[in-house]
């Protein structure tokens, strides 16, 4: 008895492993399609593999924290909180193109003088994080630098983390 209870436990244990491979797995090929826009300076490729909404939110939360932090008057903090929305619409219009991304591809090694890696590669560098969420870390213990989520279908960036990249980018 007991050893069937062990082995339905283990199965439990692989099968739900092995949905975590899948997620990575799955979001390997959008990655990759989204590193052979990025390298190909595709605009529409790009797009569909970018969630445009969840990264100027994040750049509104950035600058909303950033002014609260800082130590202007109540006055200013609140017409940065203000300006918070357009400006980031206007930063992501700026930023959120295939050029600005290749700062990060080059980081994970995926330069102009390298083939770009298969999917088994980037699916190795993809951890899950939540549900229908991976992010991209350099190295086993990396920081996740950037965040994809699943919709539709299709594995969308969706997020980055602003700290990392300015460690990193700055170098």
């Given amino acids: 008895m007991r050893i069937r209870t062990l082995l339905t436990l283990t199965l439990a244990a692989a099968s739900l492993s092995a949905c975590a491979t899948v997620d990575r797995y799955d979001a390997a090929g959008d990655v990759h399609a989204l590193l052979i826009a990025i390298r190909d300076n595709d605009h529409a490729a790009f797009d569909a593999r970018v969630d445009r909404q969840a990264l100027k939110y994040q750049i509104e939360s950035q600058m909303v924290r950033e002014a609260r932090r800082s130590n202007a008057g109540g006055g200013w903090q609140a017409a940065v909180a203000a300006l918070a929305g357009p400006a980031a619409d206007l930063a992501g219009a700026a930023l959120i193109q295939p050029e600005t991304f290749r700062a990060a591809a080059n980081y994970y090694g995926y330069t102009p003088d390298r083939p ?21 870390s350099k190295g086993k213990n990396g920081p996740c630098l950037l965040t ?3 919709e539709g279908g299709t594995w969308r960036l969706s997020g980055f983390d602003a700290q990392a990249v300015n460690l990193h980018f700055k170098r």
């Fill in 116 to 136: 770009i890696p298969g999917r088994v590669a980037i699916a190795s560098t993809l951890h899950p994080v939540g549900d229908g969420q991976v992010c991209a």
């Fill in 148 to 150: 994809f989520t699943q």
